[in-house]
């Protein structure tokens, strides 16, 4: 009985080591005895076989042995094997057996699909479908990310904006409270100064008028406007009617001419410019060193600060005042003209226009 089972196996054994080959494929598509397959098919695959070999790291990779295994299907796909290109593409896929590599699992898929698998091919579309998906996601993200950061960037620059503006308005108040304070001074002053300018007018009138006597004309005035004249005595100024008589006595530098009931005057005392009335008393105080006529509108051009240079005002600003004294419009003006027409050319911060009386910009028709 033992020989009788002996020669069959021997003469198995012979036939296999004849055909590694084709017993490594049928021993392994026989679930019965492919137990008997790695010899075969570890033969077969020595000799060079792709199918053996790929055969072989099938065995290998069911045992665990996955180096060896890829060594082998590497073999197999060096000879354009389609199948062990598919396989070795598996190992590099997410939930392979090795160490994911995308880019490597894509390189063999399209290999085995070259070579004719058509699962491969189908892997490969689907790999370049999921690929240009992901695409699309990274820039629609990236594109997201840029309109974020655009729209920061354009939050942070209005804010910075706006706290600019906030800061340019805090020193505009500023400078407007400082102004008004000024004005405020400016104006206790000036009262102070009519106050006491009236009372020299007085004494100077009644002195004059004890003075003079009969000599109540004068031969030479300068021409007349609304009714009055300017005229020099003396090395001072005063006015006198249209009968050539001495209505405010001579007591001022220099006198202008009346013009809406306004005449600009220097004071002998301090050498700076004011406003009198038709009888001679102080309107304005004599605190400037440039006036300008009082116009139609009613406003004349007064310089605040500053001082005389070559004849001209420098270092100041221009402004416009009421009859009254009252600042119309500011003095923040470079230059200005008397009014015409409701409107003067000024010049503010290098910009030459025309303003009306309220301080607007208007255009020039």
């Known amino acids: 009985m033992k020989a009788y089972y002996l020669i069959p196996f021997v003469f198995v054994l012979s036939a296999c080591s004849d055909n590694d080959v084709d017993e490594c494929k049928k021993v392994s598509q026989n679930k019965d005895i492919n137990g008997l397959a790695d010899t075969f098919c570890e033969n077969a695959a020595l000799k060079g076989d792709a199918d053996s070999q790929y055969l072989l790291a099938e065995i290998l990779l069911k045992k665990g042995d996955i180096e060896r295994a890829k060594e082998n299907l590497e ?3 060096n000879q354009k094997h389609s199948t062990a290109l598919f396989s070795l593409a598996q190992l590099y896929d997410k939930g392979g057996k090795l160490e994911e ?21 189908v892997k490969v579309e689907a790999l370049e479908k999921a690929e ?10 990236e594109r997201r990310e840029r309109e974020r950061l655009a729209a920061e960037a354009e939050k942070r620059k209005l804010q910075q904006e706006n706290a600019r503006l906030v800061e340019e308005q805090k020193k505009q108040a500023e400078q407007q409270q400082k102004l008004l304070q000024e004005q405020k001074k400016l ?7 009519l106050q006491k300018l009236s009372e020299i007018t007085q004494q100077q009138q009644k002195s004059s008028e004890s003075s003079v006597d009969s000599q109540t004309t004068v031969s030479s005035p300068k021409k007349f406007y609304e009714g009055l004249a300017a005229y020099e005595e003396n090395g001072l100024w005063g006015f006198v009617n249209t009968q050539n008589q001495i209505v405010i006595p001579a007591q001022f530098a220099y006198a202008g001419r009346f013009s809406q009931g306004r005449a600009a005057v220097k004071s002998n005392k301090n050498q700076l410019w004011g406003f009198i009335d038709r009888s001679g008393r102080y309107v304005i105080a004599p605190a400037y060193h440039c006036l300008g006529y009082f116009s139609a509108e ?38 200005a003209t008397r009014f015409s027409k ?8 290098g910009h030459t226009g025309f303003i009306d009386r309220y301080g607007n910009w208007v255009r020039e028709k």
């Open 101 to 121: 590599n995308l880019d490597t699992a894509r390189f063999y898929y399209q290999k085995s699909c070259y070579a004719g698998e058509m699962k491969a091919c």
């Open 187 to 193: 104006a206790e002053s000036n009262q102070q100064m």
């Open 75 to 77: 073999k197999a796909a």
């Open 298 to 335: 009613g406003l004349a051009g007064v310089y605040l600060g500053g001082y005389i240079s070559n004849g001209q005002c420098v270092g100041g600003k221009w402004g416009y005042m009421d009859k009254n004294g009252n600042w119309v419009i500011n003095p923040v003006l470079d230059d």
């Open 132 to 141: 240009k998906a992901e695409k699309e996601r990274e820039e629609k993200r």
């Open 342 to 349: 409701g409107k003067a050319k000024v010049t503010y911060k």
